[in-house]
């Protein structure tokens, strides 16, 4: 991946529009714009700026059509120039159209939310099983109970043989 070259700080003016999900890839993570711009060597704060002060039309093309150009695409089952106008609409400086971000959108968030959730109650569990083993009180080890009787060893006398 290249280098970033602007000198412009980078702003969060653009995080809407760059943590936004476009869907699910190929190994079922979920895909912001921010990581489809990454994978494409694309500078996502410099795309962001270029896409904010587009016309929308033009926007939307260019961002469709890099959407379409992803690596393994993703799982989303919507037209990329649908996608790409829900998302522009996150854009400052982008007249918000009525363009719904999709069924499979909602449905991605969706499939992260479970996945978080399943996360939490795993991690509970575990740490729950932990806590409820170091605080188990140990057995008592009753030194008297535990330690073998007393052994009397006895001085060691030779056989004495039979032709002695």
């Known amino acids: 991946m290249t280098r970033c070259t602007s000198l412009a700080p980078l702003g969060s003016e653009f995080d809407s529009f760059l943590f936004a ?3 699910v890839d190929g190994n079922g993570m979920l895909l912001s714009v921010l990581s489809a711009l990454a994978r494409l060597d ?3 704060w410099q795309e962001a700026a270029q896409l904010a002060v587009l016309p929308r039309e033009a926007a939307i093309q260019r961002l469709a059509t890099l959407i379409a150009a992803l690596p393994g695409g993703t799982s989303t ?3 990329p120039g649908t996608v790409a106008g829900g998302l522009l609409a996150l854009l400052p400086g982008q007249v918000r159209a009525d363009v ?3 069924v499979s959108l909602r449905d991605a968030g969706a499939v992260t939310d479970a996945r978080v959730i399943m996360f939490v109650i795993i991690i509970t569990l575990v ?3 932990q806590y409820m083993m170091s605080s188990r009180p140990s057995p008592a080890h009753d030194d008297d109970a535990q330690s073998p009787a007393s ?3 006895l001085p060691s006398t030779p056989l004495s043989s ?3």
């Open 21 to 23: 999900p476009i869907g």
């Open 42 to 44: 694309i500078d996502p």
């Open 77 to 79: 089952k919507q037209d």
């Open 100 to 102: 719904p971000l999709g």
């Open 127 to 129: 740490f729950g099983a």
């Open 151 to 153: 052994v009397e060893v």
């Open 162 to 164: 039979p032709g002695r």
